[in-house]
């Protein structure tokens, strides 16, 4: 051993000076690269062991020493030694302290969970030997799309894909598997992109069609196909965390159906997926948007959120902007940013300022932080057609009454009004002030906030100020806010005479009027707004009047109506009419004309035509449907650092909307950044993580894990993609193309890795289990709504209607009881709600239907971008006793029945073939052949137990078929469905 100084290392609290090294086992030494690689060799070691004391949480670094930079590795320690010096293994800290045997100063420490392996020592050493290079991670870096190796293999090579995944496999040792037979392919892609099974027709045709493009051909039938998006949707519905509850306390109901018709829309109608991303994080905002936008914008609105009563605003608006953080940066960046809500991420370069900064471009959303959320009318393209065709109507019968000549009328009139004039009032519009906030009711309704004797509206109040509010419209209820507060609002009447004017109000809660500074009227009660619930007679005097509405809040709602009961012309026409007709201003003759062609009658026939289709337009807009979707407020809430996430503490740093620093790309938006920034950030050519993240995923969906995993996380603790130069190749194709994601799943699905079968070799299965190579095809059970679709389409009872309402299928009695406020019960729908596609089940996050829980569908309370895959015994109860299954396990039974064939052999063949689109073989004709005669005796035996079976489910039995031989053969298509084979994608 080298004999060495001990100096004490100051935060690291272990011994440092000149290293002393041990020897490798040969064998761990042989499996060294020639050259270390820091993404894939060395930055999992230093992350996944060494980055939670030294890595990028700078209030979580030992000693000083980070691990995340060359600079910061490199620099100078207190102690005088260097954690690595680069080239100099001996020198270098790092090296010693992983090495050593020696408890006190061994790294990781001796008391923590991590412990290095002999290759990974091997492999730090080398690397400082090598020089200590450090590389940008390579989710950071953008793709570059470099050329497909050469790599060819008739029979497999179909496209590019193939020579990069052929290229790797020799290098691994491997060669391709067989290509799967033409059966087992178009089930498999029947699954994979439409989610349900092909029929045996089609898989007949498939089987039997000679041309060369034959495949091609049915990879375009499918994605033509309608349920394509309803497959493609159940993927982005996970991630997006979409349902019809919203998850906290009681789980309301709150329903968003037609952002769901968008996104199967989205993807049938191949929308560009930049597109896709600008209408959901932004589509409110777009220029000229259409209603389909602002439905798209009620991603925005898929959080969680709560009614609880005693539940804080302020806690649950931190909590909902949390959310969307989290949401939005692992769906399109596979990035855990939230991570960062509480301190620095300790192991990608996100800070809590980032996290905060990227949560402010979410604060312009509307939204009650504890309550109902509003709804908004929403038109769809239908409602837009009729629209537009009504405005045009409009447009023609508007040109015609501007147009008309009613001059000669107009100057009769004049005349008739002129004496009139002289004794009309004439009010401005309100100034408003408010609200003032007062610890009660009480006070709120007697306390002078203002001068109310003489108002100045240029005073300021702190920092309230006077405002005009040409929008406060006499004769209409208007809504305000805050509880235990007050409103002013002022104006001024202009009367040609000494005279009364009766007033008519409504408030909620208290007001008070003064008039000239004098107090005329105090009511103070406790109620809901409505118009004219209160009569007030002012006297006016002659010239100016000064009139103060107070209204005063206790809680609940607020607001107020306002109507002067005496009221002739306009203001402004009645000032325009009091001037001599030559000293009148072109805005005072307006103001006359525009005013005489409401009331002139050679227009009325004209004014009822615009006022009949002007209802016809009203009509129209209520009856479009509502929807959550995203409305901007002009001011947004104040966003600040949260210390350690505390909703509590006001101390932080107050920030603007900002991607996190680490990948700011291009130019910052001028002014404050909007979400339509954010989304042109996400969709940029130059962000490194948008394209990667979406052609991952989707290749996760077609080889049942991604190229590089997991799914939801492209950081350091994610493992780096088994094939980066083809993950590249992917997400710049995607850009190439326009976003385009069909071409995208067709250049996958048409590849000759994705025909090989899923039958592992023994020696396969020993060396790659995980098929990391992809020498073959992956097999896995059904998602939970493919296992119930296709039974329902194989028995016949499948519906195959488009979108609509969340529906509710059949579930267990009480199984709700445990929700309140309000209780509720399940009631199962009737008729073809029962038998539509699983993805239309409803889904409240807190008592997920059980069918679909049993089959690991996520509950949606956050996102998910990779289902759990379990196998547990509950399933196959689930498949015996569901009463979907036996259902259709009787109607399936039913077709069994009426095919020509009456033995049990051409009967189970026929079985066979709709289900697993095969013949069976001899053995299992055998089996099922003896089942089918032991239950047919069993059921010629038991009247009512045959009864029973026939009676589950809502569809009635078929009355003209033997009720025992029903039941019978019953039980074998229940065998048949619940095959492992029928409920595997192979």
Excluded at 709 to 722: C, E, N
Aim: with cysteine; proline share 5%; aromatic share 8%.
């Amino acid at each position: 051993m080298i004999a060495f100084m001990k100096i004490k290392l100051a935060g690291w609290g272990l011994v440092a000076g000149l290293s002393t090294f041990f020897s490798l086992s040969l064998n761990a030494a042989e499996t060294l690269p020639a050259t270390v690689d820091y993404n894939r060799d060395i930055k999992p070691i230093l992350s996944n062991n060494c980055y939670a004391c030294h890595g990028p949480d700078a209030e979580q670094v030992k000693g000083g020493l980070r691990l995340d930079s060359f600079e910061a590795a490199t620099k100078e320690l207190k102690s005088g030694a260097f954690a690595v010096v680069p080239k100099d293994s001996a020198e270098s800290e790092l090296v010693y302290r992983v090495m050593t045997d020696d408890a006190d100063e061994m790294m990781p420490p001796t008391d923590s969970i991590k412990k290095l392996t002999a290759r990974q020592k091997a492999l730090l050493k080398k690397w400082v030997e090598q020089g200590a290079e450090f590389a940008k991670h390579w989710a950071y870096v953008a793709p570059v799309k470099t050329a497909a190796p050469k790599a060819m293999q008739k029979g497999f090579t179909q496209n590019d894909i193939d020579r990069f995944t052929l290229a790797q496999m020799k290098s691994k040792g491997y060669a391709p598997a067989k290509a799967t037979d033409r059966r087992g392919l178009i089930r498999r892609l029947s699954f994979d992109l439409t989610g349900l099974p092909p029929t045996w027709a089609q898989v007949r045709a498939f089987v039997n069609d000679q041309s060369p493009d034959a495949y091609e051909k049915l990879v375009d039938r499918l994605m033509a196909s309608p349920q394509y998006g309803e497959r493609m949707a159940v993927f982005w519905l996970d991630q997006v965390r979409y349902a019809d509850t919203i998850g906290y306390h009681s789980d309301n109901h709150e329903t968003k159906p037609l952002y769901r018709e968008y996104v199967i829309n989205a993807f049938n109608d191949n929308k560009r997926f930049d597109q896709f991303t600008r209408e959901q994080i932004a589509g409110d905002l777009l220029k000229n948007r259409t209603g389909t936008q602002l439905i798209a914008s009620g991603y925005n609105r898929l959080n969680m959120n709560t009614r609880e009563g005693g539940a804080q605003p302020k806690e649950y608006t931190a909590k909902y902007l949390a959310d969307r953080v989290r949401n939005a940066s692992t769906v399109w960046m596979a990035s855990t940013l939230g991570c960062s809500e509480c301190h620095d991420h300790k192991f990608d370069p996100f800070s809590t300022k980032d996290f905060y900064s990227f949560g402010a471009f979410f604060a312009d959303l509307q939204e009650t932080p504890v309550g109902a959320q509003k709804a908004t009318r929403v038109s769809l393209p239908r409602d837009e057609e009729k629209l537009a065709t009504i405005e045009a109507a409009l447009a023609v019968l508007t040109q015609q009454l501007t147009g008309t000549d009613v001059s000669a009328g107009q100057a009769k009139w004049e005349i008739a009004q002129k004496a009139a004039t002289a004794n009309s009032v004439a009010l401005s519009p309100w100034h408003r002030i408010g609200p003032f906030s007062a610890p009660n009711f009480d006070q709120a309704h007697a306390k002078s906030f203002v001068n109310e004797a003489a108002v100045d509206l240029k005073k300021a109040h702190g920092k309230l100020k006077w405002a005009v509010a040409k929008n406060l419209v006499d004769g209409k209820v208007h809504t305000l806010t805050g509880a235990n507060s007050a409103h002013y609002f002022y104006r001024t009447i202009q009367s040609g005479s000494a005279r009364p004017l009766e007033l008519s109000l409504g408030s909620d809660d208290s007001f008070r009027i003064w008039l000239n500074g004098k107090l005329v009227a105090d009511k103070k009660i406790a109620r809901g707004v409505a118009p004219d619930q209160d009569k007030v007679k002012v006297n006016l005097v002659a010239g100016e009047n000064k009139l103060l509405l107070k209204v005063a809040n206790g809680g609940g709602g607020f607001g107020f109506y306002f109507k002067a009961q005496q009221m002739t012309l306009p203001g402004a026409v009645v000032t325009a009419l009091k001037i001599d007709a030559a000293k009148r201003t072109p805005a005072h003759k307006a103001s006359i004309a525009a005013h005489y062609r409401t009331l002139a009658p050679e227009l009325a026939a004209l004014r009822q035509k615009i006022s009949a289709k002007n209802a016809e337009k009203t009509a129209a807009i209520n009856a479009n449907p509502t929807s959550l979707v995203s409305v901007s407020m002009a001011k947004p809430r104040m966003v600040r650092v949260l210390a350690r996430g505390n909703w509590l503490d006001d101390t932080g740093e107050i920030v603007q909307p900002a991607v996190p620093g680490y990948l700011q790309l291009g130019k910052t938006a001028k002014g404050r950044a909007s979400r339509q920034d954010l989304a042109n950030w996400i969709t940029a050519r130059n962000n490194p993580l948008t394209a990667r993240v979406m052609v991952n995923r989707l290749w996760a969906m077609f080889h049942g894990r991604g190229l590089a995993m997991p799914l939801d996380d492209f950081g350091s603790q994610g493992t780096p993609p088994t094939h980066p130069a083809l993950l590249d190749w992917l997400a710049v194709e995607f850009m190439d193309k326009g976003w385009d994601v069909k071409h995208m799943v067709k250049l996958m699905v048409t590849s000759g890795t994705y025909r090989q079968t899923s039958i592992a070799t023994a020696a396969g299965m020993e060396t790659d289990p995980y098929n990391f190579w992809l020498a073959r095809q992956g097999r896995w059970r059904l998602e939970a709504e493919m296992v119930r679709d296709n039974a329902l389409a194989v028995s016949g009872l499948l519906v195959k209607t488009i979108g609509g309402p969340s529906v509710k299928p059949y579930q267990p009695a009480g199984y709700w009881a445990h929700l309140n406020f309000p209780k509720r019960s399940w009631k199962a729908d009737t008729g073809d709600a029962l038998y539509r596609r699983g993805m239309y089940t409803y889904l409240c996050r807190t008592f997920m239907h059980p069918s679909l829980a049993a089959f690991d569908a996520p509950s949606r309370e956050e996102c998910t971008v990779e289902r759990v895959r379990s196998n547990t015994p509950q399933q196959a109860l689930v498949l015996l006793n569901d009463p979907t299954y036996v259902e259709t396990a009787r109607i399936f039974a039913e077709r069994i029945l009426h095919e020509p064939g009456k033995d049990a052999k051409a009967r189970i063949t026929f079985a066979y073939q709709q289900a697993l689109h095969r013949n069976p073989n001899a053995k299992e004709l055998e089996l099922l052949t003896v089942l089918a005669a032991k239950h047919l005796k069993q059921y010629k035996a038991d009247n009512a137990a045959a009864i029973a079976v026939l009676k589950v489910g809502a569809k009635p039995a078929d009355a003209k078929l033997d009720k025992a031989e029903l039941a019978a053969w019953t039980s074998i298509a229940r065998v048949v469905l619940n095959l492992h084979e029928n409920i595997t994608r192979d």
